[in-house]
């Protein structure tokens, strides 16, 4: 009995072995999107805006003209990279729980979320890819969307990613189809330990995390197809940023 909870835990939604493994590929496809289109490159001509609280948010954008892995047009990227008095895995624990991801989401889903697929990674449980359909929503847009989530985790780094997805095309993938055509524009997180160890007590609401763990250094990057002028689009994801950052500081 325990082995078919565990078993029903570690592959929930999907019955096949060929949709798994769809799955887990599209979820590592759009992990590596996300890790290529933030990173340092010749490629990629940022431009800085310093924020009221001294924080510098990069932006940078790209068209896309015939990538069919992507979203079709101007694709606005930003990017912030600050310190929070929280210990790592608190962090991580905290971005990834979907109970708590309206606390933070305002994106993709303001409304609570329902896990529709969750596959295991390897033995940490933080190594997973998750599938979510959101419960409620006011806009005809978001009723044919599901949000993807490829969650990795180790000694030295932690990421979440998530995009949303078009549902008829997720659907095929569940079903072992193949996924290198389905469109997606992920954003995330990648939090790394500040290496402080000797730090006095950092903010956390938990009494068993009181100790004198260190903080977390955070990069919060958002990706967001301009549907509207690059001004604004830069202002929306540049509040969206400061959003985010102040909620993973206060509500942990």
């Excluded at 606390?103 to 190594?127: C, F, R, Y």
């Excluded at 949303?164 to 995330?188: F, Y």
Aim: hydrophobic share 35%; charged share 20%; proline share 4%.
């Amino acid at each position: 009995m325990n082995l078919l909870l565990t078993s029903h835990r570690i592959f929930l939604g999907v019955s096949t072995l060929a949709g798994r493994k769809s799955i887990l590929k599209l979820g590592q496809r759009m992990t590596s999107c996300f890790c290529q289109n933030i990173g340092a490159s010749g490629h990629h001509k940022w431009t800085k805006v310093s924020t009221k609280g001294g924080d510098e948010i990069r932006f940078m954008s790209r068209k896309n003209i015939n990538d069919p892995g992507e979203p079709l047009g101007l694709i606005i990227c930003s990017v912030l990279s600050t310190w929070l008095p929280v210990p790592a895995m608190s962090l991580f624990s905290f971005l990834r729980d979907d109970s708590r991801r309206t606390e933070w989401d305002i994106m993709l889903t303001p409304s609570p979320t329902q896990t529709m697929v969750n596959l295991a990674k390897g033995q940490d449980h933080g190594n997973s890819v998750t599938i979510y359909s959101l419960q409620t929503t006011t806009s005809s847009e978001r009723t044919n969307i599901w949000v993807l989530q490829d969650c990795s985790t180790n000694s030295y780094e932690s990421m979440v990613v998530f995009a949303p997805v078009e549902i008829d095309g997720t659907q095929s993938v569940m079903n072992g189809c193949d996924s290198s055509s389905l469109a997606i524009l992920p954003s995330g997180f990648s939090i790394l330990p500040d290496g402080l160890e000797t730090r006095p007590l950092v903010i956390t609401s938990r009494p068993q995390d009181r100790t004198m763990e260190g903080g977390s250094l955070l990069t919060v990057a958002f990706q967001i197809l301009a549907d509207t002028s690059r001004g604004k689009a830069n202002n929306r994801i540049g509040e969206d940023h400061k959003h985010t950052c102040f909620r993973a500081r206060c509500k942990i």
